[in-house]
């Protein structure tokens, strides 16, 4: 008689034994050099990271919620040394994150455990808040699928089948499509909707829900919340503010992450910061320079840098770390290099803050999205899914090389020695 399939062991520790001398190697020298800037002591790990300007924050994606991908992406990145790992506000996602984070730490136990902090909106008019949807029945059986192709998630799949008593299938009329979005995939870049040829993509745009979202901060494995603005008006963020209400003070980080919108940027800035300090510990600026885009190449990065750029010769800007997302990408710190930004308390020509701090980096780091997703994903997808959703873990090699791809985004921003063939 079959027996039922039995779930795959986990793997002896001993067969990651290149993975922990790949983290020993980068992170473990990087730790053990030294260089922390005065008073470092007093802050805990992410903060000090913040203020030498070697901070690395994973997004997941506000609206990426394959909890199995989130699980593996945390692994990867737990062990490459990142401050903070930001996913969505899903209680599911908080607890993929986690066990990511966990199973690294079963496999380095010295590894530092980043920050999980969950991203939220005040406005549902905010990109990064939003999902495909289309009927697949409704697209002609013909179509070459260019949403499928340009996807950079995989949340299209599209399968052409036959109708039901039509049997010639060189003929388009007899087929039609089924599938369509991969909604816990989807985290809304809009690609599909511009390369549509018969407009049929629309987008669904939503606002978290605040209430779920003060009972995420009060478990003990959220540390942060991030707050994304569109720079439209303070309203809203002042509404969600109250909603949160006594649970944002159990976090150790507010961020808020928002658009350039020039001239206004600053007095909008310290609008919100007013309506946040009355309970604020530490806080970030996220500045959001080209949404979701870091995974298209050189050129993306930019509008992050410029943003930073601009901000720095601007005196009355308020209190807190400033950090980069947005376009970000392997290019982003020679950007900042070339722009005399990178982990520099000082910056020609830059106004000076009244509340300036000389032992603090002005840009505290560095938010990797799109593109670190990308890197270690094209890893993922070569695991069999065999059991269920593939565990990274059980593959060690290819766990070394999505760790060697993370290390290779992380590295230069950290200062880890470079990594030998292994």
Known sequence: MATAAQPMPRPLLASHAAVRAAVSHSVGASARKGGRLAGDQHHPPPVA???RGDWVKLICGASFEDAADVRNLSLVYTLAGVDC?????????????NEGIDVAASIVPAVQRPWVMVSVNDDCRDLHFRKAEFDPEGCPPDCSKPCEKVCPA?????????????????DPSCGRFEGGVITERCYGCGRCLSVCPYDRIRAMSYVRDP???????KRNDVDAIEIHTTGKGTDMFSTLWSSLGESINNVNLIAVSMPDVGDLTVDFMNTIYATMRSHLGYNLWQLDGRPMSGDIGRGATRETVSFAVHLSSISNRPPGFYQLAGGTNAYTVDCLKKAGLFQS?????????????????FIGGIAYGGYARKIVGRVLRKIPAQFGHARIEDHPDYLLEALQEALSLVGPVKGYPTLPSL
Not at 85 to 97: E, F, K, M, T
């Open 211 to 217: 209430t779920m979202t003060a009972e995420l901060l």
């Open 85 to 97: 790992i930001d996913c969505a506000a899903d209680a599911s996602v908080v607890g993929a994150v």
């Open 49 to 51: 990271a913040l203020r």
């Open 154 to 170: 995989d949340a299209i799949s599209l399968e052409s089948v036959m109708i039901e008593g039509k049997h010639n299938q060189s």
């Open 345 to 361: 308390t000082t910056f020609p020509g830059a106004a000076t803050s009244g509340v300036a701090d000389r032992e603090q980096a």
